[in-house]
Structures are given as structure tokens and as C-alpha cells.
């Protein structure tokens, strides 16, 4: 599975910034998606998950009530909708493709990783 991430830019605290990760190769419909984030000099970090028919859903709590994972397998694409954004979420964003979970272990392919940046 090829994995492109987009939608990353810089936004005021308050705002909200949808990503997007388009699926390539394999058969999207397969996989959970996750989304993974990491700042500058920290570890790559769990942000949610959805399963592959979208019925169950994972967020690390210090997203919980913020951001909503979805995802259209009828066009091999997940999304990541980032409200009320505070300035600890600036961080590249990954998206990634594999087992439903919150290790990055259960994930066996990766995207390039979009930067989002939130300036208070």
C-alpha cells in the first residue's frame, strides 16, 4: 500500500485543519488506518485509528473530543479533522495502514508525513 498524506499547513490555535491520506496498491478496504504524529525531538505518538468498515475508532486522550478519524474506502482515502487546535498539536502527521491499534507496531506501511503547524 502506497500511503500519501495531505492537508498540513499552518493555523492559528482555534482553528481546524482536515488531513487527508490517499491509499495506493493493495486493497484499502483491507486495512484499520492510523494516524500517528511527531514533534520536533520527541517519539512518533498515537493519535487515532479506525477500522476497516469504519465501526470502531481509537483516539489518544489528549485528542479525544478534538479530532475525528473517517475514511471512504470508495475512494481509498482517510481522513483526520482537527478542531480546536492548540499549539502542542504542531507536529508531522503520518498516516499508516495495517492492524486496528494504537502501537505504531501494528502498522506495516507508512506515509511521507504532513506538517501542521498551530501558532498561538
Known amino acids: 500500500v502506497q500511503l500519501q498524506a495531505s492537508g498540513g499547513g499552518l493555523v492559528q490555535a482555534g482553528g481546524s485543519v482536515r488531513l487527508s491520506c490517499a491509499a495506493s496498491?493493495?486493497?484499502?478496504?483491507?486495512?484499520?488506518m492510523g494516524w500517528f504524529r511527531q514533534a520536533p525531538g520527541k517519539e512518533r505518538d498515537f493519535v487515532s485509528s479506525?477500522?476497516?468498515?469504519?465501526?470502531?475508532?481509537l483516539y489518544a486522550d489528549s485528542v479525544k473530543g478534538r479530532f475525528t478519524i473517517s475514511r471512504d474506502n470508495a475512494k481509498n482515502t482517510v481522513y483526520l479533522q482537527m478542531n480546536s487546535l492548540k499549539p502542542e498539536d504542531t507536529a508531522v502527521y503520518y498516516c499508516?495502514?495495517?492492524?486496528?491499534?494504537?502501537?505504531?507496531?501494528?502498522?506495516?506501511?507508512w506515509g511521507q508525513g504532513t506538517q501542521v503547524t498551530v501558532s498561538s
Open positions: 496498491g493493495r486493497t484499502f478496504s483491507n486495512y484499520a
Open positions: 499508516a495502514a495495517g492492524s486496528y491499534g494504537s502501537s505504531w507496531r501494528q502498522y506495516n506501511y
Open positions: 479506525i477500522s476497516w468498515g469504519a465501526y470502531s475508532t
